[in-house]
Structure formats: C-alpha cells, structure tokens
T-cell receptor, first 114, second 112 residues
Framework: ETGVTQTPRHLVMGMTNKKSLKCEQH?????MYWYKQSAKKPLELMFV???????ENNSVPSRFSPECPNSSHLFLHLHTLQPEDSALYLC?????????????FGSGTRLTVV | DAKTTQPPSMDCAEGRAANLPCNHS???????VYWYRQIHSQGPQYIIH???NNETNEMASLIITEDRKSSTLILPHATLRDTAVYYC?????????????FGQGTELSVKP
C-alpha cells in the first residue's frame, strides 16, 4: 500500500458506456496526476492538478474528463471510449508539482474497452 | 522525447549486484538523474536521484560519471523481488521541470 488508492482495479466497459476512475490520497499532497500506460509503450502523462486546479492537459481527447474536487481526490470520467484506450491508468501524487522524487503512484486501474 | 538510452533487458543472478546503465549524453547542467522502477501490475516506485555526486540510500547506489553523460544504478544484492522495469529519467530538479517523462526502461530479471 503506497498511500495512493485507485478504484476499481479492473474495469471492462463498452464503447457507449460512461464510467469513472477514482484516485484517493491521504498523504497531504497538493498535486495529483493521471498517467496512461498502454501495452509496450512508456507511461504517458495525461493531466496534472495542483491545489485542485488543472495545470496541464497533454492533448488528451475530450472523451477523458478529469475532475479534482479536493486535494485528496481525483477522478477520470470516461465516455464513448475506443478499444485503443484500453490501458493501465495510473494516478500519482506529490507534495508540489515537480519534485519527482516525491511522486507516489497508485497500483492503477486496468481498463479494457470492448 | 525521453532523453535517456537504456538497454531493453538484463538478467542478474540472485544475490549478485545488478548494474543498470543509462546514457544521457545531452543532459543539461541543471538536470538531475532520477531512477524509478515498476514491478509488474504496480505503479512506479521512486528509487534514487542525483545531480553529479554519487548517491546511496537503503535501496540502491547511483554512480554518475564525471562528465555526467552516463550513470549506473547499482542494486548491491539483487533479490527475486527486484525483478521489474527500471526507468532512468533526466529533468530539472525541484519545481522547474514539471513533468516526469518515462522512457522504455530496462526490464531486469533476477534469476535464482
């Protein structure tokens, strides 16, 4: 247990479904991140939140919609996904944006789009 | 673009030292070298980082060459639980760099 909890661990969804991924941390961190890890590809940074404000969006399609209601919770809302969106979605947090030695990752949500 | 080059895979015998190389020939003066690892089905885990001096902690040692164009992560007594993908990342320290960019990493297999 790293202190960053992601739910669900596994998710199978159809292309017309709407689902949400949840990330929770009680480490007192102020920054939270979503990463995507596709098979045989490096981790890709999707979104960065600092003090509940989105500070970075790396050209992510609008079918992925992040939400950060408070500094402890981060959501990734999913709708009308494509099979190529199947991947491991990882959440991370850190005290401040940057400070890469302080990134704490969750175990991820394994998403399969059918 | 990842600024580092790592071998795609390596093997190591259990109990022996694992030496993982990383080339970063275009590293800038203000960029640090960070190492993370990712055990199968888990999120990445921070290991160690350094600027120009060698560093050691409870997990590993980091040796950076004098010209800073390459470095080696050393796991002094590898165990089966050290089997993972190891990522070498360069970026400015503190809040200057923003993103943590991962490359392909080295898949280390520790064998009995």
């Amino acid at each position: 247990e790293t202190g960053v909890t992601q739910t669900p661990r596994h998710l199978v969804m159809g292309m017309t479904n709407k689902k949400s991924l949840k990330c929770e941390q009680h480490l007192g961190h102020n920054a939270m991140y979503w990463y995507k890890q596709s098979a045989k590809k490096p981790l890709e940074l999707m979104f960065v939140y600092s003090l509940e404000e989105r500070v970075e969006n790396n050209s992510v399609p609008s079918r992925f919609s992040p939400e950060c209601p408070n500094s402890s919770h981060l959501f990734l809302h999913l709708h009308t996904l494509q099979p190529e969106d199947s991947a491991l979605y990882l959440c991370a947090s850190s005290q401040e944006p940057g400070q890469p030695e302080r990134y704490t990752f969750g175990s991820g949500t394994r998403l399969t789009v059918v | 673009d990842a600024k580092t080059t790592q071998p795609p895979s390596m093997d190591c015998a259990e109990g022996r030292a694992a030496n993982l190389p990383c080339n970063h020939s275009t590293i800038s003066g203000n960029e640090y070298v960070y190492w993370y690892r990712q055990i199968h089905s888990q999120g990445p885990q921070y290991i160690i980082h350094g600027l120009k001096n060698n560093e050691t902690n409870e997990m590993a040692s980091l040796i950076i060459t004098e010209d800073r164009k390459s470095s080696t992560l050393i796991l002094p007594h590898a165990t089966l639980r050290d089997t993972a993908v190891y990522y070498c990342i360069v970026r400015p320290g503190g809040n200057q760099g923003g993103k943590l960019i991962f490359g392909q990493g080295t898949e280390l297999s520790v064998k009995p």
